[in-house]
């Protein structure tokens, strides 16, 4: 079942903090710029907070849920060869 836009809001906050306080560590900060270059996303630490209230109850079930499902998973086994 979809969740409700209390949880939403809880999860939100939950991630925004969770990144707020993620920055006082020197290599969590090395990490995030890291990503940044490697991605090509030149922006402030801080640019993902803006981020985050975009996300939805509908937004979720649109936008990620629907890729999501189990008939559209795959799964990779990988082997040693012998």
Known sequence: KPPTDQEIKRACQLIKNNLCFSLELTSNVAAIAGSQVT???H???LAQLDYIDYWTTNKLISEIFSKIQPDKGTTLIAR???
């Open 43 to 45: 922006q402030p630490l």
């Open 39 to 41: 991605w090509d996303r």
């Open 80 to 82: 040693p060869q012998k």
